[in-house]
């Protein structure tokens, strides 16, 4: 047998050189060493740390307090690797035994800022035509238009800060302040008595959805055990349809009572409310913890997350993410470097995909194209829409840790292309014209289900994934931020494109988006099922 010397360092902070022999998993002593970084990379790819017992041949060895508590972690079973490819053909993580922790009561209250997202977005689609006479901006539809997007230029803004804020804070505090502009916002389009104190409300509520977008899936992913991530981080999109849903649902009084716009506006100030108070009572993130070196306040979190039983395991997995590294938080421009740029692109790129497929442009001609049909009620027809989002979700959700994020991102794109060639061929072939309605009313439904099944819920949870610790707010916010700046210029534009262009044109090069982010995320997007966010790291980041 032959073996292989490493030249590793030790603890947080110790700079402990130590010199370990492995012969074949085995050495001369009984107790494990985890958690090493190895300093000759070419050295330890496809190296396997085995869980059990592991012979060690230590000189010169100085352990500090916090390396005693690593050398008693649970061992696991973890390949490090240091290529993408490698990345995929990793054996998955499986966990021992069953945690005694709590995490799906926080997740919960975090997806209080996902439904918010979702209402806020939705609301204004029924409530328009109603607060436009309330406000006398009936023939100006420029006006009726900033209404619109002052949402939207807000969450370019709140998407970008809220990364930051996360990085300054932490995500449970920046709850809380987010709390601030989602309830004034809402409270000013509540008593708006002319269009500049609305667009002012749809403004700050923008900024309050703009950084729910960037915090809630980071935090989300970051107190999710590793095995059931993908399924707790596709709730967000799940909860964001709901949230899109239940403002369709609130417009049904509308017909009745022209005033009723005011009210479904001022729902919105509830859980806005109960967000700040939920995240009062809500753990904070492990992760920001250990990187602020609050170890003590780390393992609580972890417990409560977690369980008792998992503390070690889990704090074990964050110092091997964190050791040798003394690097200071990353700056934006470091998002840029050449370090950092490849693994940042991807995360741009499936958002620039996400709404370059059309998602946004087919909701807004969903009512044109139902009508077409013979639906003329046009609450019924947002609201199947809606249901056919929530729906495409909720399958999504219970096969995210299954399937896998990359599968179900190639069968969303290829189901979405598939959609938009048959909306497509709806409106331009003569042989279909007398199944023309039926036809549109089939491609938008399984447009919309195909969406919902990956190119929805998992650039979202993907993200925080795939980014490294340092740098993990602010590329989720830098990518979010490309969502809602592609997303503001397809709803300045679409009408006009379509215009000039016809619909089943637009409709023709949607799909063409949609078999090229096939062909990017065949190449470049990594499966991430089944591993912890520390595995990954060390994976895509073997420099660290």
């Known amino acids: 047998m032959q073996a292989s010397t490493f030249a590793v360092k030790g603890g947080i902070g110790f700079g402990v050189q130590k010199r370990i022999r492995i012969l074949n998993g085995f050495g001369e002593s009984k107790k494990p060493i985890l958690g090493l970084r190895m300093t000759d990379r070419s050295a330890c790819c496809g190296l396997r740390t085995i869980s059990t017992a592991m012979e060690t041949e230590l000189t010169g060895a100085r352990v500090g307090a916090y390396g005693i508590f690593r050398s008693l972690a649970k061992p696991r079973s973890v390949k490090a690797q240091a290529t993408d490819g490698d990345l995929e053909n990793a054996p998955f993580t499986v966990p021992q035994g069953k945690s005694s922790g709590t995490v799906l009561p926080y997740v919960g209250v975090a997806c209080l800022g996902a439904i918010l997202f979702g209402y806020h977005l939705g609301v204004v689609n029924g409530a328009l035509e109603y607060l436009a006479k309330d406000l006398g901006i009936v023939e100006n539809t420029v006006l009726q238009g900033w209404v619109v997007s002052a949402l939207l230029a807000g969450a370019t803004v709140g998407s970008f800060t809220g990364g930051t804020l996360a990085d300054k804070f932490g995500r449970t505090r920046t709850f ?46 970051e107190i999710s055990p590793t095995e059931i991530r993908g399924t707790l981080g596709s709730v967000n999109q799940l909860f964001i349809c709901i949230g899109i849903l239940a403002a369709l649902v609130a417009g049904l009084p509308l017909a009745g009572n022209p005033l009723w716009w005011r009210t479904m506006f001022g729902i919105a100030i509830l859980p806005s409310i109960l967000l700040a108070l939920g995240m009062a009572v809500s753990p904070e993130s492990p992760r920001w913890l250990f990187q602020q070196g609050k170890f003590a306040e780390a ?128 409106f331009t072939w003569k042989v279909l014209a007398p199944y023309s309605g039926t036809l549109a009313v089939l491609g938008t439904v399984l447009y919309v289900l195909s969406f919902s099944l990956g190119a929805g819920p998992v650039p979202a949870l993907l993200l925080p994934e795939i980014f490294a610790s340092r740098i993990r707010a602010k590329a989720v916010a830098l990518s979010l931020g490309m969502h809602w700046i592609s997303n503001f210029i397809i709803g300045l534009y679409f009408l006009s494109v379509v215009t000039k262009f016809g619909i089943s044109s637009v409709y023709l090069g949607f799909a063409t988006v949609c078999l090229l982010a096939v062909l990017y995320i065949a190449g470049n997007v990594v499966e991430t099922k089944g591993r912890s966010l520390e595995e990954i790291e060390r994976a895509l980041n073997p420099a660290i």
């Open 176 to 221: 809380q302040l987010d709390a601030i502009p989602l309830t004034i916002g809402a409270f000013l389009c509540v008593t708006a008595q002319s269009v500049q104190t609305m667009i002012i409300g749809r403004l700050l509520a923008g900024i309050g959805i703009g950084v729910t977008s960037a915090v809630v899936p980071l935090y989300i992913s």
């Open 299 to 426: 393992e609580k979190s972890i417990k409560t997350l977690f369980g008792k039983e998992r503390v070690a395991e889990v704090m074990h997995d964050l110092t091997a993410a964190a050791q040798g590294s003394t690097e200071p938080e990353a700056g934006w421009f470091d998002l840029f470097s050449s370090r950092y740029w490849k693994v940042v692109s991807v995360g741009a790129a499936l958002f620039l995909f996400q709404q370059l497929a059309g998602i946004n442009a087919v909701v807004y001609y969903s009512t044109s194209v139902f009508r077409s049909a013979g639906i003329a009620s046009d609450v019924a027809a947002s609201a199947l829409v809606g249901m056919a989002n929530v729906f495409g979700t909720a399958v999504a959700s219970s096969l995210m840790d299954r399937q896998g994020r990359k599968s179900l991102l190639i069968t969303s794109f290829s189901g979405m292309a598939a959609s938009m060639l048959l909306l497509s061929l709806s």
